[in-house]
């Protein structure tokens, strides 16, 4: 259930319901989301105690019967699908309905020209955001980690450059202030979709969150992974479907685009698609990218490098700067020819 208190009311009303619901043994979360406050209850509230609650907290506007344990997730807590705002000033972008985004850039930044070579190339090809590992999460520990804080600070400067915001992975606590610091938006990667106190920091962070899809989460693990950042009163979640565990070794993953739309259907949230880790393979990221766009996705992401034989990581699925140009035209004339079919019932935005 979900307890809406009036606008204009504040911490100490949440704290005054939060304590009639203890005395009755019932644990109430408070949240703050659309410029109210919350209190999110994972029990359900029966007709006398609904009754009870609003004589004894007069202040209680509504309380809403969600059923999903997700609740601000929830497409029955919001309809109307939810944009989130990017970046600043002209350079900013909204990711949600009637807005296709392309986010490209490297794996991992790797140097100053690797990178700005890079950026030049998604500007030029007409994509929107500027990708690129600082932080990576390595297979091996004696693979390339990344350059950390002198990566994000080079992402940064391209990002100004080129006036387009930023995405990197945050993969500890320890450095989602730093990250904060430097990129747009903090990326939560699939092997930390359910780090609880990694998704409770990147909340509290109060920037936009991108989360993927952990390899083998369901989507309501998902949803849930989510919500603990829409708990901390952070709205700015992006959902990012990355291909999920399969057992045929011809890709790297399986990418559930059923999903993606079976996922829109239980949620608000933009959800884009990352066909690059999904595959593993660059001949196959252009097909899956246009079918992201055909099926009404909000976006995508893609790694791409001028040379991708000389990358340090992920170099066998980054595509080409040419195909990444061709990429683009490519998911905005899919996106024109269905739009009709997903055309949303007017967005709500999110403020940034
Ligand atoms: C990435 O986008 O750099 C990445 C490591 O992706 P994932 O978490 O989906 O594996
Ligand atoms: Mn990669």
């Not at 140097?111 to 091996?140: C, H, M």
């Not at 998704?199 to 993927?212: D, H, I, S, T």
């Not at 996922?263 to 593993?280: R, W």
């Not at 061709?326 to 709500?348: D, F, Q, S």
Request: proline content about 6%; aromatic content about 4%; glycine content about 10%.
């Amino acid at each position: 259930m979900l307890i809406i208190l009036q606008a204009g009311s504040t911490k100490e009303d949440v704290k005054h319901v939060v304590a009639e619901l203890a005395g009755v043994s019932i644990t109430g979360y408070p949240a703050h989301n659309q410029g109210r406050e919350v209190i999110c209850l994972s029990q359900h509230l029966n007709i006398e105690l609904r009754t009870w609650l609003h004589t004894v907290c007069p202040l209680v506007e509504r309380v809403l019967d969600i059923k999903a344990p997700y609740k601000l997730a929830s497409a029955e807590y919001k309809p109307r699908p939810s944009s989130v705002l990017v970046g600043q000033g002209s350079g900013q972008v909204r990711v949600g309905p009637g807005n296709f985004v392309v986010m490209a850039g490297p794996c991992t930044i790797e140097s100053e020209e690797q990178l700005f070579k890079t950026a030049a190339v998604v500007k030029q090809a007409g994509a929107n955001i500027l990708r690129g590992g600082a932080f990576k999460p390595r297979t091996s520990p004696y693979s390339f980690q990344g350059m950390g804080v002198e990566g994000l600070k080079l992402l940064q400067r391209a990002g100004q450059q080129y006036n387009m915001p930023t995405v990197t992975e945050v993969m500890e606590s320890a450095y989602v202030e730093a990250v904060a610091e430097y990129a747009d938006i903090l990326q939560v990667g699939a092997r930390n979709m359910q780090n609880f106190p990694l998704l409770r920091e990147v909340g509290l962070a109060g920037k936009p969150v991108l989360l993927k899809r952990g390899p083998s989460a369901t989507l309501e693990e998902w949803l849930m992974a989510a919500e603990y950042i829409l708990a901390t009163g952070n709205e700015q979640v992006i959902l990012c479907e990355r291909g999920i565990k399969g057992f045929d070794p011809s890709t790297r993953n399986v990418l559930d685009l059923g999903g993606v739309v079976a996922v829109q259907e239980k949620t608000h949230l933009p959800v884009i698609v990352d066909p690059s880790h999904a595959t593993g393979k660059r001949s196959l990221v252009t097909p899956l990218g246009l079918a992201a766009a055909a099926i009404g996705a909000n976006g995508i992401m893609v790694e791409c490098h001028p040379h991708p034989e000389q990358a340090l990581c992920d170099g066998a699925q980054s595509i080409l700067p040419g195909q990444l140009c061709e990429l683009v035209k490519g998911v905005h004339n899919v996106t024109a020819a269905v739009r009709e079919i997903y055309e949303p019932i007017e967005a709500v935005e999110v403020a940034a």
